[in-house]
C-alpha cells in the first residue's frame, strides 16, 4: 500500500508560480511512477503531468506544457508540481498519483492523494 498527501495548494494571482508537494509512504514507494492530475468540478480528471522512477523521463499535457515542471526526490519520497505562469483555467482541485505505467502515461493512478485546491485569482 502506498500512501499520498498532497500540500501546497492555495490562491495564486493569474501570472504568478506555485509549488506543490507530495510525500509518499509506504511500500516501495521509489518503484512506481509518479504524476500530478486535476479535476474541476463536473469534469473528468485530467492528466497534468508525470515523471517516469526508472530514468526521470517527464510526461506533460500539451496544456502546462513550458509552464509546469515536475520532478522527483527520491531521498525524500517526495514530488513537486512547480507551476509557473498560471492561468484561471489552471485552477481545479490537483491530485497527486502513483502506479505503473499508466500513471507515466496520464491514463489514470493506482494509488491517489486527497487532493489540494488551487485557485487562480484574475
Known amino acids: 500500500q502506498l500512501q499520498l498527501l498532497e500540500s501546497g495548494g492555495g490562491m495564486v494571482p493569474a501570472g504568478g508560480s506555485l509549488r506543490l508537494s507530495c510525500v509518499a509512504s509506504?511500500?516501495?514507494?521509489?518503484?512506481?511512477?509518479m504524476g500530478w492530475f486535476r479535476q474541476i468540478p463536473g469534469k473528468d480528471r485530467e492528466f497534468v503531468g508525470a515523471v517516469s522512477w526508472t530514468d526521470g523521463r517527464t510526461n506533460y499535457a500539451e496544456s502546462v506544457k513550458g509552464r509546469f515542471t515536475i520532478s522527483r526526490d527520491n531521498a525524500k519520497n517526495t514530488l513537486y508540481l512547480q507551476m509557473s505562469s498560471v492561468t484561471a483555467e489552471d485552477t481545479a482541485v490537483y491530485y497527486c498519483?502513483?502506479?505503473?505505467?499508466?500513471?507515466?502515461?496520464?491514463?489514470?493512478?493506482?494509488?491517489w492523494g486527497r487532493g489540494t485546491q488551487v485557485t487562480v485569482s484574475s
Open positions: 509506504g511500500s516501495a514507494v521509489g518503484s512506481y511512477h
Open positions: 498519483a502513483a502506479g505503473l505505467r499508466r500513471v507515466f502515461l496520464g491514463e489514470g493512478g493506482d494509488y
